[in-house]
């Protein structure tokens, strides 16, 4: 513990301050109560007692909304992660047409969710968090690109070329790294957003 | 002098398909090269002849690959000898599910242009 925070200290700075509090307070000794109590005074009470029952509620219903909106904003990244997993079985290729159609299954969870928070108001830090237009670009570039034919005949190393036949890619081993660091990093971020969202 | 402006709209799900596939024919059905060559290209010269702007709907498909969509368009620039300036005075684009293809697309294109550029400087 620091000087500072000594007890001794901190008691003799609570005398000080009882006494420095009691100065002006001590002429409200000679105040009396009234024994009798008027309508006045009972309907005072009421109205007081029902104004705190309505705003116990008020604050109740606030709480309970509060924590409806944000599970569905939950809900909507946890369909986020569910397409993340499915991009498991796509990490050496596959059928070209079902990882664009997972692709865009991905991006339109992803426009929900934010638009969600958007319209809830959130704050823009939250907002940037549950946006993931980057990624998904990124992505599909791992995911479905493949050279240009130029670019492919100068190719100097084959590796990094991922090739399409009959509509079925195949992720060169180079791609393959990069693919799954990028869905590790995008996990990574839908974890960080669920996070803000439920420390809000 | 009134200049009309009349709108071709193109929409990729119904005048092409809704499961979008490769790059080149020869890598798989559907390639943005097909589009390109068959669909896309009649429609832009079309458009330039009347002087129309072509709208480019890229919703109702299953999804895009980076591929097909720089094919589709950065072709246009690489392959057909276009510019960026005539497509962006031509070209515009539209989308409710996918707005961000919208951007990845101008990108391509971009892209396209610079390698042209490069290339003619060579």
């Known amino acids: 513990m620091t000087p500072a925070f000594h007890p001794f200290f901190l008691v003799l700075a609570g005398v000080i301050v009882g006494l420095l509090a009691a100065l002006p307070l001590k002429n409200y000794g000679l105040l009396t109560l009234s024994p009798e109590v008027t309508m006045g005074n009972v309907f005072q009470a009421c109205a007081t007692i029902l104004t705190g029952l309505i705003v116990a509620a008020y604050i109740q219903r606030s709480v309970h909304a509060d924590r409806k909106e944000k599970d569905l904003i939950l809900r909507q990244l946890d369909l986020v992660l569910a397409s993340l997993d499915e991009f498991e079985r796509f990490r050496e290729g596959g059928k070209l047409t079902d990882i664009t159609a997972l692709l865009k299954r991905l991006a339109v969870s992803c426009k929900a969710a934010k638009e969600i928070v958007v319209f809830l108001k959130y704050s823009r830090s939250i907002v940037d968090q549950t946006k993931f237009d980057s990624e998904i670009k990124e992505l599909r570039k791992l995911a479905t690109e493949t050279p240009i034919k130029k670019i492919q005949d100068h190719a100097q190393n084959a590796l990094m070329s991922s090739e399409v036949r009959e509509g079925i890619i195949k992720l060169a081993e180079g791609q393959r790294a990069k693919f799954d660091a990028e869905i590790q990093k995008f996990r990574m971020k839908v974890f960080k957003g669920q996070m803000c969202i439920n420390k809000f | ?122």
Do not use: W
């Open chain 2, 1 to 122: 002098m009134i200049i009309q402006v009349f709108l071709m709209l193109l929409n990729i799900a119904s005048d092409f398909t809704t499961a979008p596939g490769p790059r080149y024919d020869s890598e798989g059905k559907f390639s943005g090269e097909v589009f390109r060559r068959d669909v896309l290209l009649p429609k832009l010269n079309e458009a330039l002849q009347k002087k129309d702007v072509l709208t480019v709907c890229l919703d109702g498909t299953a999804g895009y690959g980076t591929s097909f969509l720089e094919e589709s368009f950065g072709g246009l620039i690489r392959e057909d000898k276009l510019t960026l300036a005539t497509l962006n005075s031509v070209l515009k684009f539209e989308s409710e599910e996918e707005p961000e293809l919208i951007t990845e697309i101008r990108e391509y294109m971009t892209d396209a242009e610079s390698e042209r550029i490069k290339e003619a400087k060579a």
